[in-house]
């Protein structure tokens, strides 16, 4: 489905992916009810309510009747939501559920407001727009009716379905953060939280991940929350990278602390893990404001569209300068730089009000990059180093001053140094889920004293230091606190940061940098934190112990079901790399044995315990220069656990596990029973990509393929009907969905003969998901149902579909 991108914008409109719905529908409690009404105020294609269906169709205890009510204005996509439900409701007859359902495309807020109390929900699922509303607005307006003053749909939507929720009612929103803190959202929080009461709020580490289709530029949370006054005790607080990630960090926390009892501005803290619990009580030795040190903070006067015939890109007579985000070099302003961003300004009447004394000022961006490593990164503008008697910040700045002159170098210095530490780094995250780091932010921000900032900037020269000696002075000039306490979050982070350093220049691919990685190597080196590196060890250790390891030393407590991804995302890889080895203590034991252990190689265990010593470079060089033949000795050991497959009386091997499995159940069951005799041209291989590719085979049916980067799992020429199968396997990736049947429909544009496309799931279970999703004129196989075959739209079970490429529009 390609859905117009001014429309989604207009609307402001994310549509659900199918692994987000999973996740929301898991945080539902039990339906242990016998009568079940869902509300989903903005469906959509239905991916939020298929996933709900298909949670409810395949639980213990189901109930008798389960109502929906499905809003969405959009015409484009009431069509498939249609579709969706549809399926639903065939579910449901199987399982046993009488499903009654209604699509209103109508608007939502207007009809919420004027529906009767009777219209009560047990359930709601929400994947609200997201669109700022105007202040003299229609829907403004019917908001303040109902008690809320809102500057953006999204929590509209959230406060209007609550007020539809039966008491005991159960809500799963997915939304952005920022209605977490911030004067804008202070009313709907207190709505919210006087009348809902949170038990889990779910916390994706990247913003593009969640939604990588869109442009997401906010943090992304799911909350689970109940329609009742009394709070629980504890409220869960998971995280993970993304939606298809099942590592997931799990920390319990008392309600008290996520919402401060004595808050007027109700902040709701999410709090990941113990770390940022250690990170909270760290911060809580600063206790100045900027008011407390006669400081203040503001935004840069210069918005340089509205200055345009005064703008200079080089500094002349009569200038002065006028400094960008793109001027910060290493803790100082670098300036004039040879770039597009004009880099003076006219002195003249008019820009005198945009002007400051050129003194020393401490800067801030107010932006960060959608994944930029640090959100607050803050630079001392030295006015020795730029003979001039005035200057102008730009509007993408915050500066320090004092009662608008400048500051005390050496403060300036102090004041950089702890903006830029780690630790207020770390901090500002856990409470601000936005790109943004404004003025307001940094004044409600707490500061160490005068005097600490003194000292701090005592230390610094014009050379500022690095983040290591950064972190380091703060600890010692700030904190007074041993570099040796294992608790220390500096520390810990600087550990984690120092593995995944290792980790990059052992060229680990790129989906391994990560913090999960990089855990796993300390875990599996039996390093902790305050460890020297010649200390590494190479202890036998299971995945169970890894997670134990992560928990008990370095405050990452993850869920017990994610081991799968430690063994899959992770420690496979490191296999692979030669990094480690596998049942060293019993080579014969089975690798999907609950016994089985590895530990890291020998070579490499030598080569990490000169990390940070004078021998590294030449270690790394030494070990990356003999690790190819490494690899290809345990390669050979790791070749008697993979799957065998047979093509073309040739025995093939699949890598063990993920899809393969799969894969090997379309090559043995699927293919024999549905084309029988049929000629394999191409499978593919999670780790090799290809494991088999006939190209004379596809060449002489007229198609030629330059990468397989897009190609099936499976492709079958189909000899007795003469058609070519394209066959997707369906594990962690999705199904062949209009989007993706028209990929195929390109890339086999020349074929000579009917095509079919076949989406194969292992369980019925996996295929509902995707169901809102599925293409017509297309094939599904599930495997634990492998005699059966099911047809979108067509008059016999397998059916092939030429395309008319002459009458095709765009």
């Not at 709601?124 to 727009?129: D, T, Y």
């Amino acid at each position: 489905m390609k859905q117009d991108q001014k429309q989604k914008g207009k609307l402001g409109q994310f549509l659900t992916p199918a692994s987000v719905a999973e996740l929301m529908v898991g945080m539902f409690g039990k339906f242990d009810r016998p009568q079940i009404s869902l509300l989903d105020a903005g469906a959509g294609v239905g991916s939020l309510l298929a996933a709900f269906v298909a949670k409810l169709c395949h639980s213990q205890k189901r109930p008798a009747n389960l109502d929906i009510v499905a809003y969405e204005i959009d015409p484009f996509v009431i069509g498939y939501l249609h579709q969706t439900l549809k399926l639903c409701d065939r579910e449901c007859q199987i399982a046993g559920i009488s499903l009654n359902y209604e699509i209103r495309d109508t608007d939502f807020i207007e009809d919420a407001v004027r529906l009767p109390d009777n219209s009560r929900f047990t359930h709601a699922i929400l994947n609200p727009p997201y669109l700022k509303i105007n202040a003299h607005s229609k829907v403004r307006d019917l908001l303040r009716s109902i008690g809320l003053e809102t500057s953006n749909l999204y929590t509209g939507f959230i406060a209007a379905t609550v007020q539809l929720l039966e008491s005991k009612g159960e809500l799963v929103a997915i939304s952005p953060r920022s209605f977490c803190n911030g004067p804008y959202f202070r009313d709907f929080r207190r709505m919210f939280l006087e009348i809902m009461a949170l038990d889990q709020i779910h916390l994706f580490d990247s913003r593009q991940e969640a939604f990588s289709d869109d442009e997401v530029l906010q943090e992304t949370i799911i909350i689970h929350a109940v329609k009742q006054k009394p709070k629980f005790d504890n409220v869960i607080i998971s995280t993970s990278s993304n939606a298809d990630d099942d590592f997931m960090l799990s920390n319990s926390l008392a309600y008290t602390e996520i919402v401060l009892p004595n808050d007027s501005q109700q902040f709701i803290h999410i709090i990941p893990d113990i770390l940022s619990q250690q990170v909270i009580k760290k911060m809580a030795n600063f206790t100045c404001t900027l008011k407390d040190l006669e400081l203040t903070v503001s935004t840069g006067r210069v918005v340089d569209f509205r200055a345009k015939e005064y703008l200079c890109l080089m500094p002349k007579q009569n200038t002065v300068p006028l400094i960008y985000p793109l001027n910060f070099s290493a803790g100082y302003v670098d300036y004039p730089k040879v770039t597009k961003k004009h880099q003076a300004l006219i002195y003249a009447e008019e820009t005198i009000s945009l002007l400051v004394p050129n003194e020393h000022y401490v800067l801030t961006k107010r932006f960060s990059s959608k994944e930029e490593k640090k959100r607050v990164v803050a630079v001392v503008y030295d006015a020795n180093q730029i003979n001039c008697s005035w200057v102008g910040f730009e509007n993408h700045l915050n500066y320090f001053h004092k009662e608008g002159r400048g500051l005390n170098l050496t403060l300036a210095r102090g004041l950089a140094a702890y903006l830029n530490s780690s630790l207020v780094d770390a901090f500002f995250r856990l409470f601000n889920g936005h790109t943004q780091v404004n003025a307001t932010d940094l004044r409600n921000l707490k500061y160490p004293t005068i005097a600490q900032l003194m000292t701090v900037g005592l230390y610094i020269t014009e050379h500022f230091p690095s983040q290591k000696e950064i972190d380091e002075l703060v600890q010692k000039e700030l904190l007074s606190m041993s570099n040796q306490s294992e608790n220390n979050p500096l520390i810990i982070k600087i550990r984690i940061d120092e593995a995944l350093q290792i980790l990059i220049e052992l060229g680990l691919p790129r989906a391994q940098l990560n913090e999960r990685s990089a855990l796993t190597l300390l875990a599996l080196l039996n390093l902790k934190p305050t460890d020297s590196w010649k200390t590494a060890a190479s202890p036998l250790m299971g995945i169970t112990p890894m997670m134990e390891f992560m928990a008990l030393h370095y405050g990452k407590t993850y869920k017990p079901n994610t081991r799968e991804t430690v063994r899959r995302q992770t420690v496979h890889q490191f296999l692979d790399a030669a990094l480690i080895i596998v049942n060293p203590d019993a080579p014969e034991r089975p690798v999907n044995s609950p016994k089985t252990v590895y530990q890291i190689e020998e070579s490499a265990l030598e080569l990490l315990r000169t990390y940070g010593t004078t021998e590294w470079e030449k270690s790394i060089h030494t070990y990356l220069a003999s690790v190819e033949t490494l690899k290809k000795r345990y390669a050979q050991e790791r070749e008697l656990s993979r799957i065998p497959i047979v093509i073309e009386g040739e025995v093939k091997t699949l890598s063990p596990g993920g899809q393969n499995i799969l894969i090997e159940k379309i090559i043995k069951e699927f293919a024999e029973r549905f084309t029988p005799g049929g000629k394999l041209i191409y499978v593919g291989d999670t780790d090799e990509k290809i494991a088999y590719f006939n190209q004379v085979a596809l060449s002489n049916l007229g198609v030629t393929i330059d990468s397989h980067g897009k190609m099936p799992d499976v492709i079958i020429h189909h000899l007795k009907n003469d058609w070519i199968v394209l066959i997707e396997a369906v594990t962690s990736h999705g199904p062949i969905n209009p989007k993706r049947k028209n990929e195929l429909e390109v890339i086999f544009a020349d074929i000579k003969i009917p095509i079919v496309m076949v989406t194969t799931f292992l369980s019925r279970k996996a295929m509902v998901e995707y169901l809102a999703e599925i293409a017509w004129e297309t094939d599904v196989w599930v495997a634990e149902d492998s005699t059966h075959l099911i047809h979108f739209n067509g008059k016999y079970l397998l059916q092939a579909y030429k395309l008319d490429r002459d009458s095709e529009t765009e």
